[in-house]
């Protein structure tokens, strides 16, 4: 959080004498850490501590140890943009400067804010706004460390850092399966398959053919070209529809204290999904589905939750039924993956998402029994992409559907 602050002559004076020498120090260990090729705040700090505090025997020790830190991160930094060739430069260059500051250099009320400086400690007394309050009082706890900046008209911008504990992951009272496919997900809540459409097929195949368009008879190089490419939003929409699918599901196991069970997908999915695929079409859909990029964003809401996920191995778990362990037949239906099959023992029919889910139910240790033992064929309720998005769970989805049961 960013709070602006004016101060008299003499507390920005101070700090000024501070941010000049820390400036200093830090262009020190940018240029060790680039001799010596080395980004390690340990080993930054270990070459050079000896030879700043000598020069700078004023100044707070820990300004060193806070500049050496900025400095491996500048380093990091710049030696990632380096590997994609966005540097311009041959050494990262100090522009502006911000001081950063450790629990030793900084103590917190809401009364005043007080820094070390060369001749003491000063205080600034900061205003703060609603939004300060709203994190403040709703458990976030503010963090040993912050920064502070100096602006003109003795202006010092100083920066808040928020954090809130990990909440511990719970011992999971029941389990929430996902089976992820091209062109939906679908998730098994209290004994009910719902199929989530996520509509990647229609995106992948729209923006291709916008893309055809744009470069038919035309130069890639071509700077209208160019610019049209670049509007294109592909990425963009589906990472949206990722999210937001990831926080729908996370929420509803959270809420149900439920462990998620995901398919522990290899490295390289779609490129053995489509090695025996010889339709063009069908293998540009398989390898832009993402089916990992799918898989990582739920885990990944999942931790920020504290929700448990458990992987589990992902063979077969469309093609075996889950009562008897027999192999299920799917019949041609005219499509490329049909979606119902036969038992082969118990003659029962399954659709493939379905039987899909309550096999990964089974591998992840639920020994319930399967409720499904009808001749019928057992199809999900099927949301499309726009009523999901405005849900709130769900929960609220499943409710809606014995709603309009009643109403029929």
């Given at each position: 959080?960013k709070?602006?602050?004016?101060?008299d002559?003499?507390?920005y004076?101070?700090?000024?004498e501070?941010?000049?020498?820390?400036?200093?120090v830090?262009?020190?260990?940018?240029?060790?850490?680039?001799?010596?090729?080395?980004?390690?705040?340990?080993?930054?700090?270990?070459?050079?501590?000896?030879?700043?505090?000598?020069?700078?025997?004023d100044?707070?020790?820990?300004?060193?140890?806070?500049?050496?830190e900025?400095?491996?991160?500048?380093?990091?930094?710049?030696?990632?943009?380096?590997?994609?060739?966005?540097?311009?430069?041959?050494?990262?260059?100090?522009?502006?400067?911000?001081?950063?500051?450790?629990?030793?250099?900084?103590?917190?009320?809401?009364?005043?804010?007080?820094?070390?400086?060369?001749?003491?400690?000063?205080?600034?007394?900061?205003?703060?706004?609603?939004?300060?309050?709203?994190?403040?009082?709703?458990?976030?706890?503010?963090?040993?460390?912050?920064?502070?900046?100096?602006?003109?008209?003795?202006?010092?911008?100083?920066?808040?850092?928020?954090?809130?504990?990990?909440?511990?992951?719970?011992?999971?009272k029941?389990?929430?399966?996902?089976?992820?496919?091209?062109?939906?997900?679908?998730?098994?809540?209290?004994?009910?398959?719902?199929?989530?459409?996520?509509?990647?097929k229609?995106?992948?195949?729209?923006?291709e053919?916008?893309?055809?368009?744009?470069?038919?008879?035309?130069?890639?190089?071509?700077?209208?070209?160019?610019?049209?490419?670049k509007?294109?939003?592909?990425?963009?929409k589906?990472?949206?529809?990722?999210?937001?699918?990831?926080k729908?599901?996370?929420?509803?196991?959270?809420?149900?204290?439920?462990?998620?069970?995901?398919?522990?997908?290899?490295?390289?999915?779609?490129?053995?999904?489509?090695?025996?695929?010889?339709?063009?079409?069908?293998?540009?859909?398989?390898?832009?589905?993402?089916?990992?990029?799918?898989k990582?964003?739920?885990?990944?809401?999942?931790?920020?939750?504290?929700v448990?996920?458990i992987l589990?191995?992902?063979?077969?778990?469309?093609?075996?039924?889950?009562?008897?362990?027999?192999?299920?037949?799917?019949?041609?239906?005219?499509?490329?993956?049909?979606r119902?099959?036969?038992?082969?023992?118990?003659?029962?029919?399954?659709?493939?998402?379905?039987?899909?889910?309550?096999?990964?139910?089974?591998r992840?240790?639920?020994v319930?029994?399967?409720?499904?033992?009808?001749?019928?064929?057992?199809?999900?309720?099927?949301?499309?992409?726009?009523?999901?998005?405005?849900?709130?769970?769900?929960?609220?989805?499943?409710?809606?559907?014995?709603?309009?049961?009643?109403?029929?």
């Open positions: 959080m709070l602006r602050v004016r101060v002559y003499a507390t004076s101070a700090l000024k501070v941010e000049e020498e820390y400036r200093e830090l262009e020190d260990a940018i240029n060790y850490g680039l001799s010596n090729k080395t980004t390690s705040f340990t080993r930054i700090k270990a070459g050079i501590y000896k030879v700043e505090r000598e020069k700078h025997k100044l707070p020790s820990h300004y060193i140890y806070t500049a050496c900025d400095a491996s991160e500048r380093l990091d930094s710049f030696e990632k943009l380096k590997k994609r060739g966005r540097t311009y430069t041959d050494k990262p260059s100090v522009r502006k400067v911000t001081v950063h500051l450790d629990d030793h250099l900084w103590k917190f009320s809401l009364d005043r804010v007080s820094i070390s400086t060369k001749k003491g400690r000063v205080f600034i007394s900061p205003t703060f706004p609603k939004i300060f309050w709203e994190y403040y009082n709703k458990g976030w706890r503010i963090a040993s460390e912050a920064r502070f900046k100096l602006l003109k008209g003795n202006v010092v911008e100083f920066y808040i850092i928020f954090k809130k504990d990990e909440p511990k992951p719970y011992e999971p029941g389990f929430i399966p996902v089976d992820i496919n091209e062109n939906s997900v679908s998730v098994l809540i209290d004994g009910k398959p719902i199929l989530l459409e996520t509509n990647t229609k995106i992948t195949l729209g923006y053919y916008r893309r055809k368009s744009m470069t038919t008879g035309r130069s890639t190089k071509d700077r209208e070209v160019r610019r049209k490419l509007r294109l939003r592909e990425r963009d589906k990472a949206d529809v990722r999210r937001k699918l990831a729908l599901i996370v929420k509803e196991a959270f809420e149900s204290k439920s462990a998620i069970v995901l398919e522990d997908l290899p490295k390289r999915t779609p490129e053995h999904m489509i090695k025996d695929v010889k339709d063009s079409q069908l293998r540009l859909r398989i390898y832009r589905s993402a089916f990992s990029s799918m990582n964003a739920i885990i990944e809401k999942a931790r920020e939750f504290g448990p996920v589990v191995n992902p063979a077969y778990t469309s093609t075996v039924c889950p009562i008897h362990g027999s192999k299920i037949i799917y019949q041609p239906d005219g499509g490329n993956a049909p119902v099959g036969v038992c082969e023992k118990g003659k029962e029919r399954w659709h493939r998402d379905v039987v899909a889910l309550y096999n990964l139910l089974n992840a240790g639920d319930s029994p399967v409720p499904l033992g009808s001749k019928e064929s057992h199809d999900p309720s099927t949301v499309k992409l726009g009523r999901w998005l405005r849900a709130k769970s769900l929960h609220s989805i499943m409710n809606e559907d014995k709603m309009i049961e009643m109403k029929v």
